[in-house]
Each structure stands twice: as C-alpha cells, then as structure tokens.
C-alpha cells in the first residue's frame, strides 16, 4: 500500500531547443488539443461524457467538463507529441473527485506497471512512496487547481494545489519521467494494488516543456478563471480590479463592466466565505479600503454583481 497524497497540475518539456511551448485541453465536448498541434487524448477503461458543470471554486458559471467513471480516464501519447514532454515539464489540471477515501490515482507515469506516482490520500498529496503532504488541501466534490513541475537539472519535482508547494523532493530515481512506453495516464490506477482511484471530472489540462516557477502558478490561480472559461466567457479581466497583489485598498473599475446601473460588490474567501459587501452606483471607480476590513493574507475573490450578470477576479492580499 501506499502512504499519502498528491495532487497537481503538470507541465511538459518539448525537444526543440529553447522554445517554450504549451498544449491546451478544454475538454468542450472533445478531446482535442486547442491548438491543433497536439495529439488528442484517448480514453482508458470506460469512455467518459461530456457534461456541463457548475464551477463553483471561480465563477459558479457552467462549463462542459469530461465526466470520468471510476479506474477510467485518458492518456497522453507523448511519442504522438514529438516528445514534447521531457525531463524538464509542467503538468496544469484542474479536476474534482468524487471520493477521496484512501488512495485515489491522479497520474501514472509507467503505463501501469508499478504503484509508484501521483495520488490524493484522504485529501492530501501523495507522490508514492516518497513524501506526502500534512494538510488536506483537496476536497471531495470541490475542483482542485492542481500543478506538478519538475525541473531536469535539479531533479526538483513539486505539486501545487491552489498554488501552495505541497509536496517536494528530488526525483533522483526518476519516478517523474515516462518509461518506455512513451505514455502518460490520468486517473486510472495501476495493474500492482487495483481499485486505487474514483470517478470526476476534469475541465482543463495543460502541459508546458518547462517548469513554471512559483510566482508564476500563484498568477495563474488569480487568472485561473480566465483559463479555464477561456477569452471572452466572463473574462475576470474585464472586472479590472488594482493594484493586484493589494495591500491597503484595491480600485474596481467599473467602467470596464459597461454598466450604468446598481453593482454590489463582494469580497470572499477562496473558501467562499464573504468578507465584504457594498452597493456602488453608476461607472465610477469603487475603492475598497482593505485596512478597514482587516482581511489577513491571501487569495480573495472580487465579485461585482448587476443586472447584466456576474464579473470574478482573484486577487492576493499582501501586508
């Protein structure tokens, strides 16, 4: 058996010398890379669906997602990729599971053939049989923003959920490359300890052939919203809301939203807790003077509600 969890979003190198290139899934009712310079995914165990979901951690819009049922999912061919992913990666996924008791497989570098790799372990990250995390970051039903890096000199691989380190060591025996089979799997579990996994959903996945540093996963999850849902579906950019990271006060634009009416705007958690709530009215620009609220550090979510709809932005307060 194993020890404990993990959970993250990974990112894959490419071979062409020094260019740094990404694949994009969106998993709107295919399985295609965006781009079209990718392989597309092929699915193990039982075909997954396509279904729309309400994404409740970032907007509470809907999206279609890939539905996958349990010891199913899909796999990425990496010699169909050019081998793209390489020593150096970044693997970006943001997923939910339906059960998190015991081990339940997120990534299996090995086409199956050993128990060692990527798990969530009653909500916490594990990378098997080398570390796991104290905290339980993941929870059942909830969707993760999940991030796994490494970097080839180093050997420093590391999984991010909601862009926290929480797992991190050094891949000194190469459990975080691909074996010979050229093939990476999500969500199904290994052929040594079966029934090792659960049914979700998956509503992005991205690979990059290099390994995103810290800063830049924290700015991803701001702006997650926007990768997710992708240009123009209720795009958090067009709430401008600054300086971001913010410290005393924070400007909303409210111009940029083109509404002449009524907007209230909240503050929340990243747990969903409200924190602030006021009504502006008109265009002008909202000043919210974080001192008076007393917020401690970390990631809150903006929300400007009027009549026309809903507007989100992630934003990081630092003292």
């Known amino acids: 058996m194993k020890k404990f969890t993990l959970l993250l979003?990974?990112?894959?190198p490419f071979v062409i010398v020094n260019a740094q290139n990404v694949l994009r899934y969106n998993f709107n009712n295919v399985l295609t890379e965006t781009g079209g310079t990718g392989?597309?995914?092929?699915?193990?165990?039982n075909a997954g669906i396509f279904v729309l979901d309400t994404l409740n951690e970032i907007s509470g819009k809907t999206k279609t997602?890939?539905?996958?049922?349990?010891?199913s999912g899909f796999q990425f061919n990496n010699t169909n990729a050019g081998n793209f992913i390489g020593e150096t990666y970044t693997i970006e996924l943001y997923f939910v599971f339906d059960n998190l008791s015991s081990w339940k497989r997120v990534v299996d570098w090995k086409n199956r053939t050993t128990d060692k790799g990527a798990y969530v372990y009653n909500g916490q990250l594990n990378f098997y049989n080398y570390v796991y995390s104290g905290e339980a970051p993941v929870v059942?039903?909830?969707?993760?923003?999940?991030v796994i890096t490494r970097d080839g000199a180093?050997?420093?691989l590391k999984i991010y959920t909601d862009a926290k380190v929480e797992v991190e060591f050094n891949d000194l025996d190469n459990e975080g490359l691909l074996?010979?089979?050229?093939?990476?799997?999500?969500?199904?579990?290994?052929?040594m300890v079966p029934n090792e996994a659960s049914s979700g959903a998956v509503a992005m996945l991205n690979f990059y052939n290099y390994s995103l540093d810290s800063n830049t996963i924290k700015q991803k999850y701001i702006d997650l919203q926007s990768y997710v849902f992708g240009t123009g579906e209720n795009n958090p950019e067009t709430l401008g809301v600054y300086p971001n990271p913010?410290?005393?006060?924070?400007?909303?634009?409210?111009?940029?939203i083109g509404t002449a009416g009524k907007t209230i705007l909240t503050i929340s958690s990243i747990t969903g807790t409200e924190v602030y709530s006021n009504t502006f009215t008109g265009t002008e620009n909202a000043v919210i003077r974080?001192?008076?609220?007393?917020?401690?550090?970390?990631?809150y979510v903006v929300k400007a509600k009027t009549i026309e709809g809903c507007y989100f932005r992630k934003i990081v307060i630092q003292k």
């Open 290 to 299: 974080l001192s008076s609220i007393n917020l401690p550090e970390g990631i």
């Open 140 to 146: 059942a039903g909830e969707y993760t923003y999940y």
């Open 65 to 71: 997602v890939y539905r996958f049922e349990k010891n």
């Open 154 to 156: 180093s050997k420093a």
């Open 9 to 12: 979003v990974l990112f894959f």
């Open 246 to 256: 913010a410290k005393d006060y924070i400007n909303v634009n409210l111009n940029k």
């Open 179 to 191: 074996s010979a089979d050229n093939l990476l799997n999500f969500f199904q579990d290994d052929l």
């Open 39 to 45: 392989p597309a995914l092929t699915t193990l165990g």
